[in-house]
């Protein structure tokens, strides 16, 4: 299995996009509709917004997510026993224990890799995130530091519209009430409490991480991008991560409403531009 990382993406994707590449899956338009998303679904353990229609684009591929909660090690080994021997698991664990990652032994926190299936008493494992292609680990500290199993599992086909087009023309509809709702989420945050700003840079951030996946996709279809192309050009990127940073800013700062203005002004300006470019893909300029 060759393992897939590239910009925009988290440990826990670059294992499901792994794993779809391995099974041949068309896995570059799973992210066919992502520069529209505006729900994206909140993980209160790793404390970060995630996009749902990457997964959810996915299965309408072939490739549908299950989910298994390991709430102790006996969970973990019921879960593990369910799975044919060989089959590609993602597992989540507290990268604390593991041996190859820049946290072992030293720092708590949530990492996902991808581990073969087998009898004995030790793991093959693809680890994505880091370029790891045979690592291997204990059965037993998979057992004792598990706490989410994840497998993508072979389904049935489905249409997916994938045409640049289309997602421009929603671009163009939805933006007028993208801008709305946001400006005003963060023009409450004057003086506001400190959570509320964090949360919407987090939502900013997860907007960032489409934005190079929805870029991804545009490299990979048979049309031709120019280097000025919005979602190719890098100063696109720093305006985005301008109105991040300055949310995080906004939230250290006693007095933020100045922050929070510019905050908003940027963001005003890169919904036009956007709306700009989605415009010149519906006309093919």
Request: with cysteine; net charge negative.
């Amino acid at each position: 299995m060759n393992p897939i990382h590239f910009q925009g993406m988290n440990c826990y994707h670059d294992c499901v996009i792994s794993i779809a590449n391995y099974f041949g899956l068309n896995y570059p338009a799973s992210f066919a509709t992502l520069w529209s998303e505006t729900e994206f679904d909140y993980d209160p353990y790793h404390e970060t917004y995630l996009t749902k229609r990457m997964i959810a684009n996915l299965e309408l591929l072939g490739g549908k997510i299950e989910k298994w909660a390991c709430h102790s090690q006996e969970d973990t080994d019921r879960n593990i026993s369910l799975f044919h021997e060989g089959a590609f698991i993602i597992v989540g664990i507290d990268a604390f224990y593991i041996p190859w990652n820049q946290l072992y032994h030293t720092f708590h926190g949530p990492h996902y890799f991808i581990v073969r299936n087998a009898k004995t008493d030790k793991f093959f494992c693809v680890d994505p995130t880091y370029g790891k292609k045979s690592e291997q680990i204990a059965r037993r500290e998979i057992i004792a530091h598990t706490y989410e199993i994840v497998y993508l599992n072979r389904v049935a086909k489905k249409p997916l519209q994938i045409e640049a087009i289309q997602e421009a023309r929603e671009i163009v509809r939805i933006h007028p009430n993208t801008r709305q709702a946001l400006l005003s989420h963060i023009h409450s945050c004057i003086n506001g409490e400190r959570e509320n700003i964090i949360l919407l840079a987090k939502y900013i951030d997860a907007m960032i991480q489409n934005r190079y996946l929805y870029r991804f996709f545009l490299e990979n279809q048979p049309m031709p991008c120019d280097e000025n192309h919005l979602f190719l050009n890098s100063d696109f990127f720093l305006k985005w991560k301008a109105v991040k940073n300055g949310l995080y800013k906004a939230s250290v700062s006693k007095r933020n409403e100045r922050i929070i203005n510019d905050v908003c002004d940027h963001f005003n300006h890169l919904i036009d531009e956007e709306i700009a470019m989605a415009e010149k893909i519906i006309c093919g300029v």
